[in-house]
């Protein structure tokens, strides 16, 4: 892997155009269960703008795990499994519901790391989506690519996943991401990574023992909790970092502690282990 070559996409840009459309935010709306959405009428909720600026790819476009081939904006990582590692976002003004919205995204860093699985390399991405002239949000995004996994990938025998110490909440809930759940969030962001919808792929070819949660998709419903738990509040930033995938295979929880103004949230798998942290600011 000739990381000087792939560093060399670093500072590269991408401008998207569009609207921001009611009906992504009705679909978002019914996957999330609400009858009348918590978040104030007329906007774009919390971490809705990744229901715009959808990938364009032409279908022959696509690589064999369904993400558009690499090389384009993206470096030409020859690591063959990806997923989004984490993101920090600051909410400057709110995104009103049919306003015109502009992204510009820029490659900010490429780096080589090696870990128990193997090479690995973090592509940091951010982005700035306005407006007009107003500022609206301030994204990175780290995308993690990983070595293939080993012929004897598998879900952890039962008895070596031991049980976490129980943790204090302010809230919680209980949640399975079925197929049908993870399918809805895929048309919705029209992400086709083939993790998400294909078990057998998923199984074979990635090691996985069930369908893959998008990491989107947990830090929304980190989100909405917390959107939930403080109706009138208005979020101003949310970091968050995947510790651990989950999957379609068992219901795991989403948890909250804190107050309005700063919250600590995160999902836990059947065990009770964290997969997803996230810091919630508000105001």
Known sequence: MDIDHLRNWIGREERMEGHAAPEPLAGLAALLDHRTPPWPAGEVPPLGHWLYFLPRAAQSDIGEDGHPKRGGFLPPIPLPRRMWAGGSLRFHAPMRIGAPIERVSTIADVVAKSGNSGDMLFVTVDHRISSGDTLLIEERQDIVYRTPAPPTAGPAPAAAVAAAEPRATD???????????????????????????????????????????H??????????????TYGGARMTGFSFRARAPLFD???????????????????????????????????
């Open 215 to 228: 990491g989107p998709f947990a830090a929304t419903l980190l989100a909405d909790l917390w959107l939930r």
């Open 249 to 283: 295979t068992a219901p795991f929880t989403i948890n909250l502690s804190g107050g309005a103004d700063r919250a600590e949230a995160w999902t836990a798998n059947e065990a009770g282990q964290p997969a997803m942290m996230a810091q919630i600011d508000g105001e």
């Open 171 to 213: 809230a919680t809930r209980g949640y399975h991401a079925d197929p049908v759940a993870l399918f809805r969030f895929s048309a919705l962001t029209f992400n086709s990574h083939r993790i998400h919808y294909d078990r057998d792929y998923a199984r074979d070819e990635e090691g996985y023992p069930g369908l893959v949660v």
